[in-house]
């Protein structure tokens, strides 16, 4: 019967886009997509009423690090994330296979990263070494296979690997956007030294053409007067004629492993005045919850250089000054470093009720639909995930129902709670019409997303 449906979604406060509308509607639901929106009643298997809540596109989490990993998707979805991106630390054939043909909690893409895989697909171990002119057509021509084969972009992960050269960052970022494929680059420096580095990403966007993306902007330049010369600076690139987005965390302290060479000697000098190697707390292992000495941190590097430590270096100002731009969108940079059970960053649990809740239901600092626009809408068309962020009929049926009144972040770090806590008030999720969330719990809908692929 045309008029019947899988699921109902009866009188939510729908929030879509293109054109934007926030009003009651019914959604009705079939084969994994959305088939109608509707103020008519609409009958289904099944009715989800989602009165009094609202009903959004399903969030885009265009940045993280779940890779496969099903607890870190856990987290993400039960904080509204239908869709995730990966692929910037660690590319494995299997995982993207066993998604292909198995499914995942939720809907997973990945970029190819120059930092990462394809310097070691070009057997360059060194990260403080440049590739040589045949290392780097190696790089290229690797790239250029994983593009064709459905990659969504080339990512960039400079201050990971200080040795990158920029005859490799110009010669893949040409191969790009000779595939109409986005850069995301994760500038070579932060801290004081990370204008410089935005220098050297608009060189490369207004020489090359492509399109980029500069990733967790309020880790790399979030204290004191950086923020704004950050951003006068896109501005004018923007103005001229280049085409850079950014994004922003909900977080001020950033997430590294302990080997990283972001912690190399010297590393608090970057940072605003008064910064201390105590303002580092260890997240995981055997000294979890504990601030860094330097003969700890020293041990560390040495023995367990995986070791997910936390820096509390920036302001909360710097997140104000960037989040109102609209070439900005919201990430959660989700389980970066070690992630399980009680280990790990609260952005991974908490990055987007703490958006809903911090910056537009008690500030209002920003409007829902703004607010939402930047995980949803502006993410899957910037790095081309069709079929995703919005609530119209033949889009895919995924989406969040959020009670607002009760949105909050329970997330928190590890010397003070559960970076993992679930939020409340994300009721439901679905995803390609599948009820992965009910009533804040995760249903044995755990195969509901499907690997995306750009093309």
């Known amino acids: ?42 009958r289904g298997k099944k009715t989800i009423r989602a009165y009094g809540k ?25 904080q509204g994330a239908t869709t995730t991106m990966g692929g910037e630390r660690n590319l494995q054939g299997n995982v993207i296979r066993q998604i292909e043909e198995n499914g995942f909690l939720i809907n997973h893409g990945f970029y190819i990263s120059h930092s990462f895989t394809l310097r070691q697909a070009a057997g360059i171990e060194d990260p403080y070494r440049a590739a040589t002119k045949s290392e780097i057509k190696t790089m290229v021509s690797v790239a250029d296979q994983f593009l064709k084969q459905g990659a969504f972009g080339l ?12 005859e490799e960052i110009f010669a893949l970022a040409d191969m790009a956007k000779r595939r109409n494929k986005i850069v995301i680059m994760h500038l070579r420096k932060d801290g004081i030294m990370a204008l410089d580095a935005l220098d050297e990403a608009i060189n490369v966007a207004r020489k090359t053409g492509v399109r980029m993306h500069i990733l967790h902007l309020h880790y790399m330049s979030g204290f004191g007067n950086l923020m704004q010369e950050t951003i006068d600076r896109i501005d004018e690139a923007n103005s001229s004629g280049c085409d850079i987005t950014v994004d922003t965390g909900m ?16 590393w608090t000098k970057k940072y605003k005045e008064g910064t201390q190697i105590s303002d580092l707390m260890v997240s995981s292992g055997i000294f979890s919850g504990t601030r860094c000495n330097q003969q700890m941190l020293d041990f560390l590097r040495a023995e367990f250089p995986n070791t997910l430590v936390i820096g509390f270096t920036f302001e909360e100002k710097a997140i104000r000054q960037i989040l109102h731009k609209d070439y900005t969108f919201v990430s959660t940079n989700a389980a970066d470093g070690p992630h399980y059970n009680k280990v790990g960053h609260p952005e991974t649990a908490g990055a987007y009720p703490r958006l809903l809740r911090k910056y537009v239901r008690e500030t209002g600092f920003i409007s829902l639909q703004d607010a939402l626009r930047k995980i949803t809408i502006l993410p899957a068309r910037r790095f081309g995930i069709p079929d995703k962020g919005n609530i119209a009929p033949g889009y895919d049926a995924d989406i969040v129902i959020i009670d607002f009144d009760k949105i909050y972040d329970r997330a928190d770090f590890v010397n003070t709670g559960d970076p993992n806590a679930p939020p409340e008030g994300i009721d439901h999720v679905l995803i390609n019409g599948c009820h992965v969330v009910s009533e804040g719990k995760i249903t044995n809908e755990t195969n509901a997303g499907r690997l995306l692929t750009s093309v």
């Open 1 to 42: 019967m045309d008029n019947y449906y899988d699921t109902v979604i009866e009188k939510g406060l729908v929030c879509s886009f293109e054109p934007d509308m926030l009003d009651v509607r019914n959604i009705g639901i079939r084969n994994g997509k959305i088939v109608s929106l509707t103020k008519d009643p609409l």
């Open 155 to 166: 990512h960039f992960g400079l201050e990971f690997v200080p040795g990158t050269s920029a």
């Open 251 to 266: 977080y001020t302290a950033f997430p590294s492993c302990a080997g990283a060479s972001i912690l190399d000697s010297g």
């Open 54 to 78: 609202i009903v959004t596109p399903g969030f885009v989490d265009f940045h993280s690090h779940v890779d496969g990993r099903t607890f870190s998707a856990e987290c993400l979805v039960r």
